[in-house]
């Protein structure tokens, strides 16, 4: 029974929920990013350079491969490095990495700026220096405090 409340304990520390919302998170920001590169930022650089698909862009290890079109093929017929692949998952990565670079500037300035605030309200004084403040005040204006009444 204390396993399961070790346990219990565990998985409701924030640290492990904030954990497990990132990581969905990321997944999500990670399909998001692979349709950026593959339906936006990959069509435009092949139609720059005539119409090449990256996708479909592979070296053939054996003479089965040689010739076959698409990719997919290929790889059915026999061994080939497709480089368009790793191409377009580099590009992906440093897509990706660049997002992640601005998600880290705009958190430094949030806390920068939130470090920079000053103290807005000074914080109240305590019932004591309130009444040393008053005897201090007494003692200057020439009066003791038991002629004030502060007992």
Do not use: H
């Amino acid at each position: 029974m204390t396993l399961l409340k070790e346990f219990k304990e565990f998985a409701i520390k924030g640290n492990v929920l904030d954990l497990a919302v990132g990581i969905i998170i990321g997944a999500a920001f990670g399909t998001v990013v692979n349709s950026l590169v593959n339906d936006i930022i990959m069509p435009p650089i092949g139609l720059v350079l005539k119409g090449i698909d990256f996708r479909n862009m592979y070296l053939p290890l054996d003479q089965s491969t040689v010739g076959i079109g698409s990719l997919e093929e290929a790889r059915k017929a026999g061994a080939v490095i497709a480089y368009g692949n790793f191409i377009q998952n580099l590009i992906t990565f440093f897509v990706l990495a660049f997002a992640v670079f601005l998600m880290v500037i705009g958190v430094n300035k949030l806390r920068r700026k939130e470090a920079a605030k000053p103290e807005t309200v000074p914080p109240s004084p305590t019932r004591e220096e309130i009444l040393l403040t008053e005897i201090r005040d007494a003692i200057r204006a020439g009066r003791t405090p038991v002629q004030e009444g502060l007992e």
